[in-house]
């Protein structure tokens, strides 16, 4: 196996939503669902994605089936950030001028010396100690 990555929240949204890259994001998480890759993200994203799913399907079976998801991908480990990286978080936003979900996705990556972000958000690229990619 590769590098470890760590996986945005669009990422999840895009198939979740069935949005115009859900094709692109499937086989990820195929192979994520596989273990031929692993990859991490954060409880603060998880959180994210079910309030998204919330206001745009209004539906809690949406919200459980996408915890369901998450539980049958046996290559993703979900994070909990600390305070201090929650703290750093806050020091990275005003540093690289990121909001607050972004920085602390930075942040943790930084604690787990991680440099590869599945995102599409393209405002990630300013930010030169990691590598965005795309699915």
Not at 63 to 75: D, P, R, S, T, V
Not at 96 to 111: A, E, G, P, T
Request: aromatic share 10%; proline share 1%; glycine share 2%.
């Amino acid at each position: 196996m590769g590098e470890i990555k760590f996986i945005d929240a669009n990422i999840f949204l895009e198939l979740m939503l069935d949005d115009i890259n859900a094709d692109k994001c499937k086989n990820l998480f195929y192979q994520l669902k596989n273990t031929e890759i692993e990859a991490k993200t954060s409880d603060f994203i998880i959180y994210t994605c079910l309030l998204q799913i919330q206001n745009k399907l209004k539906s809690v079976d949406a919200m459980m089936k996408f915890i369901l998801f998450l539980n049958e991908i046996k290559g993703l480990m979900i994070m909990k950030p600390s305070i201090s990286e929650i703290y750093n978080s806050l020091i990275l936003a005003k540093k690289y001028k990121l909001n607050f979900d972004d920085s602390l996705v930075v942040s943790i990556m930084l604690r787990y010396n991680m440099k590869k972000l599945i995102s599409f958000d393209k405002h990630f690229d300013k930010v030169k100690i990691i590598n965005r990619e795309e699915p």
